[in-house]
């Protein structure tokens, strides 16, 4: 791209965290980028907006109806799209829905009934209705994998992202194992990138990257079972973390 | 072969040379047929058969065939099909631009075999790249070899590359050869089915030197074929392919059982590794 | 070359200096672990440590090495090697740095390693603990330990130094070291010796009889099946292993966009995409697409690919694969007994 491409960011069902987690740059990477890039819609710090865009990155799932024509309407106006963070990628959190039907009391309680709650019965992935070209994963999105996306296409070159597990970030950075302290962890078969921060902090890793290619959920829900102690129907339901959505057995029960 | 070519040009395992593109052809939809020469203006020395890692820094580096016989001018040949990031690159590329090489990597066909021999190629695809060095050699030096006969079978005629080349070769004396598409469109004249139903039309005798170039299908059918022939697994070789990241026999990854296809190959005789489970 | 004797108190003062004036690195506490690591002050050095998590090879040949810089169209090699002293490398790992040294040394020789490695000082030290998974007394039995400047026996009061190399009698001028007498060196060579028996795990079978029972083995796929069906693809044990030297080569550019590195990464030959090749149109051909053969390579690759190279199989027997696998399936222990009983 000779001129500097013109970057634009949406939000759909999301906590709007990635956007934040892109402005907590704050320093002198943010502004580098700024050399490479236009940003031309930023609802979290800017108002202008402009026709044509370059790379589109979208956050938050597809949770409404309504939000398929704003969906669609973004992917005609751009030339690259990226979905970013879990929302966007897998659904996330938002997909812990799927399997249930009391979802909205479960949260709402006796306010449940209003109109402007009213949502699909699934939260699905942005890919689900539009062609979707690259993902960020994690939840939130990291920052500097984000950087090297566009990066990456700046150059015209598919953005690297790894699809090994986290175990092999955890064991590089030599983090002492959740199993080993009792505790347990999905970084088995989740998908790496984001450098293993969370079993570095002493927290279990989620999945928030979604799933590896072939990834063991069996063996997975064994060792939840068997090494974390955990119950089989908590074991069952913590594989549905950020990946409800992408699971086979997300109709209702 | 002579490993010292590359600590002679270069400084460390993983320092590529400048090569500056003299052509550059769209040879196919997807495969770029491009002519290098060294930057430095000396002339590249490298055997028919050896594999070049090319790179563009940023992008990264990829294992290629060299396509062109040492006995040709100065320059070398290469084909790079897009399939990947580094390979989307270089196909960007054109006349005048540099891009980046290591190597002659790995060793090459077996000269000393198929000298005083009647040699037969198959090559399926792609697999006509690193085979047209050989085929080229062989052309040059054609009174170091007997008969010389060559399958090239492509999916469709659109993928057929070398035009020129195959243009000469139908009218040449010096090589029998045969082509065959799989899915032949309308103007297509040739022969349509599978490459080893070329083996019906013609006359390949037991003592022949056999080398395949293909996708990893093509040899089990054409090996089932020179076995019928009655041809020795000493005397059938294989270029074979395999994901490579160093090209200099370390990172792994083209490790079939004990061998490297990098550095033991990639052209291997099918006795070497016909008893390697994961080889074909 | 010699041997040497330091008092325990001595040697505190040894460390002091060594570690005041040179780049040391030691194993280390990290919680209920151990890593090696910078080491600034003496009583940082846990000598009495059973394992680490990552083997030393992480000093010389880190996780992440940059092979290139370029810079539009110019570039240069990346090497800075450092003067480093790794002090307190068990056994298992010094047969491991010698088989690493050798490959890398063998038919192209690997600057970005051998530069590192050379100006790399290693101390053993005696196994004072021994880890839970380890069966460093029997694999690869017959290999020596070599390739280590020098090496440290713990006595009750101090410790015998034997060097090797002129780089590790450097050392002893740094401290009161004072010429080992013979009953020292003879006890020193009993705990060494010793110390073999008493592994929790054992192989009962020769490295000979397990290479060829396991190259037997190949076609076995119900066996392969049976060992992997647990295997998330994780890459745990060979990102632990002491002997695993595969890596992945990346570019990527700075923040300026024109500049960057060419780098080389740790990878692992269990995950998914080791042997993965794309054909174009999207198409992939996976060398190694089932679980069972990538288990199965792992298992060749340390137990007999490599032998008539290495003298002895690619498995010291430290067992850091049996601690990180955490489906419990990457003892070789296990897989060996289950091979041969086959």
Redesign the interface.
């Known amino acids: 791209m000779t001129q500097k491409p013109k970057v634009a960011f949406f939000d759909f069902s999301s906590c709007e965290g990635c956007q934040i987690e892109l402005t907590n740059f704050g320093d002198a990477d943010f502004l580098e980028l700024l050399n490479h890039i236009d940003i031309v819609e930023f609802r979290e710090a800017m108002s202008e907006k402009t026709d044509d865009i370059d790379i589109a990155c979208i956050e938050g799932s597809f949770t409404r109806e309504s939000e398929k024509d704003r969906l669609i309407a973004i992917r005609n106006r751009a030339k690259i799209v990226i979905a970013y963070g879990a929302c966007a990628h897998t659904a996330g959190i938002n997909a812990l829905k799927n399997h249930t039907t009391d979802f909205k009391k479960a949260v709402y309680g006796q306010d449940a009934d209003q109109p402007h709650l009213n949502s699909n019965d699934k939260a699905l992935p942005i890919s689900h209705v539009i062609k979707v070209d690259y993902f960020a994963p994690g939840c939130p999105m990291s920052k500097y994998e984000f950087l090297n996306i566009v990066s990456h296409l700046l150059h015209g070159k598919e953005p690297v992202i790894p699809t090994y597990p986290v175990c092999v970030e955890c064991k590089r950075n030599e983090t002492i194992c959740r199993y080993d302290v009792g505790d347990h962890c999905m970084g088995q078969v989740a998908m790496a990138g984001c450098g293993a921060p969370c079993p570095s902090q002493g927290i279990p890793c989620e999945a928030c990257r979604g799933f590896c290619e072939q990834a063991n959920l069996t063996a997975l829900e064994n060792t939840l079972i068997n090494k974390a102690g955990f119950s089989a129907s908590r074991a069952k339901d913590k594989l549905r973390m950020f990946t409800n959505a992408l699971l086979p057995d997300t109709s209702n029960p | 072969m002579k ?1 010292s070519a ?1 600590t002679k040009t270069t ?6 040379q ?1 090569a500056k593109i003299i052509r550059a052809v769209q040879a196919t939809q ?1 495969e770029k047929h491009f002519t290098l020469a060294l930057a430095n203006k000396e002339k590249f020395q490298f055997m028919p058969g050896q594999i070049l890692e090319v ?1 563009l ?5 990829i294992p290629i065939g060299i396509a062109s016989s040492p006995t040709r001018e100065n320059t070398f040949d290469i084909v790079v ?5 580094v390979s ?2 270089v196909n ?1 590329l054109d006349k005048g631009d ?1 891009l ?1 090489i290591r190597g002659p990597l790995g060793k090459g066909f077996p000269l000393d075999k198929l000298i005083n021999n009647n040699v037969l190629i198959v090559a399926g695809g792609i697999g006509l790249c690193p085979t047209r060095s050989l085929i080229q050699y062989i052309l040059d030096r054609r009174t170091d070899f007997k008969t010389f006969t060559l399958f090239y079978g492509t999916k469709t005629p659109e993928q057929q590359m070398f035009l020129d080349d195959l243009k000469t070769w139908r009218l040449s004396k010096d090589v029998h050869f045969f082509e065959t598409v799989d899915v032949p469109n309308a103007s297509w004249q040739g022969h349509a089915g599978l490459i080893t139903k070329l083996f019906k039309q013609t006359n390949i005798s037991s003592n022949t030197r056999v080398v395949l170039c293909g ?2 299908v093509m040899f089990k059918f054409v090996i089932f074929e020179l076995k019928k022939l009655g041809i020795i697994d000493q005397n059938i070789f294989l270029d074979l ?3 490579m ?2 090209g ?6 083209c ?4 061998k490297y296809v990098c ?1 033991d190959g990639p052209v291997f005789a099918l006795s070497e590794i016909r008893f390697l ?2 080889a074909l | 070359m010699n041997h040497h004797y330091i008092t325990l108190k001595d040697f505190n003062l040894f460390l002091t200096k060594l570690v005041n004036q040179k780049i040391v690195y030691g194993p280390v506490a990290r919680k209920n672990k151990f890593v090696f690591d910078l080491i600034s002050s003496p009583e940082q050095l846990r000598l009495d440590y059973d394992v680490t998590i990552l083997p030393p090879k992480k000093i010389f040949f880190p996780p992440k090495q940059h092979l290139l810089h370029f810079d539009g169209e110019s570039y240069k090699d990346c090497l800075d090697p450092k003067e480093q002293i790794i002090m307190g490398v068990h056994n298992y790992d010094i047969k491991a740095i010698d088989q690493l040294d050798f490959l890398f040394k063998e038919k192209n020789p690997d600057d970005h390693y051998l530069l590192n490695r050379r100006k790399t000082t290693i101390i053993g030290s005696n196994i004072q603990t021994i880890a839970a998974r380890s069966f460093w007394g029997s694999a690869g039995a017959g290999v020596e330990p070599k390739g280590h400047d020098g090496f440290l026996t713990k006595l009750k009061d101090g410790f015998v130094f034997e060097t090797r190399t002129k780089k590790a009698e450097n050392l002893v001028k740094f401290a009161k070291f004072i010429k080992a007498k013979k009953t020292q060196v003879e006890q020193a060579a009993q705990i060494n010796t010793a110390v073999k028996k008493k592994c929790p795990a054992k192989l009962a079978y020769s490295s000979a009889e397990i290479a060829i029972k396991t190259r037997l083995a190949f076609k076995n796929n119900e066996l392969w099946e049976r060992l992997s069906k647990d295997c998330f693809s994780c890459g745990s044990c060979n990102t632990t292993c002491a002997t695993c030297y595969c890596f992945d080569v990346q570019d990527s550019w700075n923040l300026d966009q024109k500049s960057g590195f060419r780098t080389r990464y740790w990878d692992s030959c269990m995950t998914v995409e080791f042997a993965k090749t794309s054909l174009g149109g999207g198409a992939v051909h996976n060398f190694r697409a089932l679980r069972r053969e990538r288990f199965r390579h792992r298992v060749m690759r340390k137990l007999v690919y490599l032998n008539d190279k290495l003298g002895g199989p690619a498995c010291v027997g430290c067992g850091r694969c049996a601690t990180a696998c955490t489906a419990d399936i990457a003892d070789p222990v296990n897989i060996v007994k289950e091979i041969m009983e086959a």
């Open positions: 490993k590359l400084d460390t395992l993983f320092t590529p400048k997807t790179s820094f940023g992008f990264g580096e099909r897009t399939v990947g990031r989307a690159a960007k540099h980046f996708p990893p392919e395999r994901r990241k160093c200099v026999g370390k990172c792994g990854h490790q079939i059982n004990n550095t489970e994961e």
